[in-house]
């Protein structure tokens, strides 16, 4: 039978793991998801306007297609691990950078939802130059949100550095 002491060493124990999983691994997927974004972003969506007529609604499905599990998951990970950040994070993450990353994970999911996703919509019926335009224009909004995320995952780093900072004491 555990005693109350070895009991609570043991959830202290489970709560310090799972402080340093959550956070490393939310470190990790912001800058997965910021690659293949900014990959997405810079190289396919340009690549729209060069691919023909007729090969076009093949091309884009193909784009939709994989973008789900390379992008789109992964980008949905990240914003859970940013939510469990709220409870499970080091003492020395200040609670603020978790609501600044959450802010800019939840405005880049509303920008998707209202206006990448319709587009993609209507570009799924076939090309049109002027929605790829607009598409790319409109984007500049997600680049900002998810460049200003992973500028406070390097800051959110930079606070569980061995060393960095006096106050950390539980990563």
């Known amino acids: 039978m555990l005693t109350l002491e070895t009991q609570q060493t ?6 310090h793991t799972l402080i340093r999983w959550t956070t490393a691994s939310f470190i990790g997927f912001t800058f997965f998801s910021y690659g ?27 784009l939709e297609e994989r973008i789900v599990p390379i992008s789109v998951i992964p980008f949905g990970l990240l914003t859970v691990l940013n939510i469990l950040l709220f409870w499970f ?63 406070i995952a390097l800051l959110v780093l930079g606070n569980i550095i061995p060393g960095n900072n006096a106050r950390r004491d539980n990563f």
């Not at 900014?38 to 609604?57: N, T």
Request: glycine share 2%.
């Open 89 to 151: 994070r080091p003492a020395s993450l200040p609670r603020k950078l978790v609501w600044a990353s959450f802010i800019c994970l939840l405005l880049d999911w509303v920008s998707t939802i209202l206006v990448q996703i319709p587009i993609n919509l209507q570009l799924n019926l076939g090309k049109d130059e002027y929605l790829i335009r607009y598409i790319m224009e409109t984007n500049w909004v997600r680049v900002a949100l998810e460049s200003a995320q992973a500028m």
């Open 36 to 62: 293949t974004a900014m990959m997405d972003y810079f190289l396919v969506y340009p690549s729209r306007l060069i691919v023909g007529e007729k090969e076009f609604v093949a091309y884009h499905a193909l």
């Open 10 to 15: 043991t959830n202290k124990t489970f709560v």
